[in-house]
Structure formats: C-alpha cells, structure tokens
C-alpha cells in the first residue's frame, strides 16, 4: 500500500521559487528533461515527504504534486469526494511518458496524493508507452473501469482507445485485448476518451476526439457490455470554423439541461460549452462559450449531484519564467459553475474555499502616490496618470474580497504583483472599460505589450464589480461578479508586495478584505 501523502502548499511555493531560478520547461512528449535543479528534477527526500504528511493544516488551493506537473485532468465523484486522476508531466526525459497519477479533495483546499495509478508501457514497441487522456467510471454491476489513450509516437496507429479495470479507485489491470482504433476516422487523432451509461438505451457511450473530412469532430460509441464497441458516428463537429480538435470532452446533465465541454487544441486553448435540451443534440453555442481565459485548459465537467464542477489545469511558464508562454501542464484548477435560468454556466469561487479560507488577513498598505487616499478598508483614486496603494505580500493561500466603483467608459484600473523600482508591477489585471475586457499582463510595460490572456467582460451599465481573487501555490484566480474567471500563472504573487492601481481613473476600491 502506497504511502498516503497530503500536498504541502508550503513545499509547492517553495518549489516554485526554486523552478523560478531554473531554466527551459519540459514539453508534454517528455522529450526534453528538466534543467539542473529545477522542479521536476529535484529528488525530495522521504523525510520532506514524511514531513508533508503532518502539515494538515496546509491550504494548497491550486495544487502539483511530488510526482510531477498535472496535466489533463479527468474528475470522478464518489463518496463526498473529488477524485483527480491527471496525466503526471514528469519532464524526465524518457520514451515513455504521462502515467496517470491520483489525487483527491473534499474541501478544494487540501489535496491528498495517491500518487501513480496507471503506468504506462515503457516501452517504443507498446501502445502506450504514453498515456493520454481519458476517463473513470462505475458500471451497472459496481466495477470501476478506467478508459485511456494510448499513444505511441514510434507506432501506427499514433493513438488508440485502452481500458483497465479495478475493484477501486487506485489498483487497475489493464485488458489489451480491449484496444481498438477506426481507420473511418484519423488514427493518428483517437483519443481522450469519455464513457457512460445511458440508462434509457440499457448501453454505454463513449466519446472520442478525432477528425474526419479535415476537420475537428467528437464521435460516438457504444456498447452493451464495454468491451466491444460500435460506431454511431459524428456526434458533435467543430462549430467555430477553425477546423480544431476539440480535446477532453464531457458530456452531463445538470439541472434541465445537457453540457457539452471540449477544449479547443488551437488557435485560443480555451474551454468551450455546449447546451441542450436532449443527450443526443443539437446543441448550441451560447453567447458567451467560455468561462476562463487561455491559463485554464482542458477543464472536464463533473458534479457531486448538487454542485457542478470544471476540472483542469494552469500551465507552468517556459523556464519557469513569469515573463514567459505557457507550457504544458502544471497546477489543478477546479471552478465551481452555476447553471444560470436561460441554461448558461458561469464560474463562481468555490462555496467551500470561502468557507475554508475565512481568517482575515489584510497585509499592511502603504501610499505610494500623494493624490489617493486608503482609510484601512477603502481606496480613493482621484483621476491621475498612474496612482497605486501598495499591500505587503501574502504568504499563504489568500482569498482577496473588492468592490469597484465609480469606473466609466475611459478607465482603467487593476491589481498587480511583483512591482519594480518604479513601482510598477510586472503581474497585472487589467480592467479596460473602453474594450469591455479583463486582461492579464506579464509584463510591466502594459502600452508596450500584448495581454497574455483576457476575458470579455461588459461594463456597461454597472456601477460597482465584485472582485474576489485566489491567490495559492504560484498561481491567481480572479472571479468578477461571478460572470468570469481569468487564470494566470504567476510565481511572484506570494512573497512579492501587490498593488491596487489606476491609470487615470478615479475609481473607488471599496469593502477591501483578505482571508487565509
């Protein structure tokens, strides 16, 4: 029996700021190994591990493991618990590459590592000596089935349909008899597998992710006894005219209504939904198709039949560099979704992460431009060029409370991190009011540069906007009026001062509160 190992937020930062000083990040093909001394190749003693174990009282709102970055990740509910099983991104430079490795919640703020459940073969002459995607899931008689991609970069086919079995959540045989591919569709795209009963047909379906006619496309499977497996066609087509694959499907229902979410492999790297009224379509892109921006990636839906969950991941930076891309892989991230009346999901901060995190814990401001003013809980800005009230930096895990005010159709305002010499940040939020958009820049120099990611956010016809913002591990999570998320990447948003800032606006910065 594995040692059970609880995720230590304190030893992730720490790895973090060790990765910060390191060089180039690892691709997903685990081709290219990790520099001298970076995160993934460092060798943690069975005393630090030992020593996680103890620290229950850790918050790690966003976590990695010991066992490597988390990749695409694949949510099961059972029990009152967040099971997560992921690709493990070991970055070690090896053929094989991508076992799957487990961890599990059920608050959201503590994570317990099961470590590696499901290797791969390591070997170039095996299906899969790498892991791909897939899924887990209980049929009718009580056995857990776990449905996976195998892929093989010296193989034909490229990528394959697996399954395994197991009596419980961590111990799996794998049946390579079960393998199967379908050359009517792209065998070097078959992959990311999703699985379920339907109980109106007494069958199981199973999604899969491929292409047809050049063109992204999701088909369907199904199957009496998940073994054998018929082909029922082209289930859902790209609908965005990119021709993109449409990776890491899900497909439940939650309330009325059926959801469809698929990530987009190019050109923006978001998750996307579909709605319906019916299983079986036609469904329907809604106005508004994504709820984060492009460092969430990979977001599977899941629900514990009261809430609905989006599970998926923010990439570590290139050289674990906060100036830099993203790439492959990295931390968990789990939004909440609210169904909304007209059937739209919207991403709200976990009711259990604001139960959790409730120990206020506002840092100590400083004044760092004459013409604002801050009374402790309330920041006025007075319309100059640049202004900004600085906060001493989080240590811990921190949840972040604001209202904004007073903004109009010119503005901009925001929060950043990591400030310079002159005090400008070089992590930022940026609310831009004239283009209805919230940006993240990894750069201080804003009119020099792009937005790393953005949302669009409509502005008008508010007059305040609650911020909640979660800050854990390395990474930020910004809610805004429980309409939009915005993910990003920063290494410096714990153990560097943050500011509150404004260029040219005389916003308000109202009800400011911190909880850890």
């Not at 487990?102 to 095996?126: F, H, K, M, Q, W």
């Not at 811990?396 to 929060?415: C, P, Q, S, W, Y």
């Not at 509150?500 to 109202?510: K, Q």
């Amino acid at each position: 029996m594995k040692a059970k190992r609880l995720i230590c937020a304190a030893l992730a930062a720490q790895m973090l700021l060790l990765a910060a000083c390191g060089g180039g990040g690892g691709k997903s093909s685990g081709a290219e190994t990790e520099p001298e001394g970076s995160a993934a190749s460092e060798k943690v003693s069975e005393e630090t591990a030992e020593e996680t174990e103890t620290a229950e009282e850790t918050r790690s709102l966003f976590p990695m493991t010991l066992d490597g970055y988390v990749g695409d990740t694949m949510p099961y509910f059972e029990d009152g618990r967040m099971n997560i099983y992921y690709l493990v991104d070991q970055r070690d430079g090896k053929t094989g590459y991508h076992p799957w490795g487990l961890i599990r919640t059920e608050d959201y703020c503590t994570y317990e590592n099961e470590g590696i459940v499901l290797p791969y073969a390591d070997s170039p002459s095996e299906q899969d000596n790498a892991l791909g995607t897939g899924c887990v899931m209980k049929d009718q008689e009580g056995n857990y089935h776990a449905f996976f991609t195998g892929h093989n970069d010296y193989y034909e086919p490229t990528e394959a349909i697996m399954h395994a079995e197991g009596t419980d959540l961590e111990t799996w045989t794998k049946i390579p008899e079960d393998t199967f591919t379908d050359e009517t569709y792209s065998t070097h795209d078959f992959r990311d597998p999703y699985v379920f009963y339907v109980p109106e047909e007494k069958r199981y379906w199973m999604l899969v992710v491929t292409r047809k006619d050049n063109n992204g496309v999701i088909v369907r499977y199904s199957s009496e006894d998940l073994h054998k497996w018929k082909d029922e066609g082209v289930f859902f087509e790209d609908d965005m005219g990119y021709s993109t694959n449409m990776e890491c499907p899900s497909l439940l229902q939650f309330g009325n209504k059926w959801y469809l979410a698929f990530s987009d492999q190019w050109p923006d790297r978001v998750v996307h939904y579909r709605v319906s009224d019916s299983m079986y379509g036609p469904f329907e892109r809604p106005e508004k198709d994504t709820v984060d921006g492009n460092g969430f990636y990979a977001g599977r839906l899941e629900t514990d039949g009261e809430h609905l969950y989006l599970v998926g991941w923010n990439g570590t930076k290139i050289g674990h560099d906060d100036l830099e891309d993203y790439d492959w892989a990295g931390s968990v991230v789990v939004h909440e979704l609210r169904q909304e009346e007209d059937g739209r999901l919207v991403p709200v901060v976990n009711e259990s992460v604001v139960k959790t995190l409730d120990d206020p814990a506002l840092p100590a401001a400083s004044l760092m431009s004459d013409t604002a003013s801050f009374d402790g809980k309330n920041i006025r800005f007075s319309g100059a060029r640049y202004e900004l009230v600085q906060f001493e930096p989080f240590e811990n895990a921190v949840r972040l409370e604001a209202d904004v005010t007073g903004f109009d159709k010119d503005e901009m305002f925001g929060i950043s991190f990591a400030p310079n010499m002159e005090n400008a940040g070089a992590l930022s939020y940026i609310f831009n009011v004239s283009e209805n958009t919230v940006e993240f820049y990894n750069s201080s120099k804003l009119f020099d540069s792009y937005a790393q990611s953005f949302m669009d956010f409509d502005f008008s016809g508010r007059d305040k906007i609650h911020l909640t913002l979660l800050v854990s591990d390395g990474v930020a999570c910004l809610y805004v009026d429980d309409e939009i998320a915005l993910t990003a990447r920063m290494y410096r948003s714990q153990g560097t001062n943050w500011q509150f800032f404004s260029i040219g606006s005389d916003v308000s910065v109202e009800n400011i509160e911190a909880f850890e």
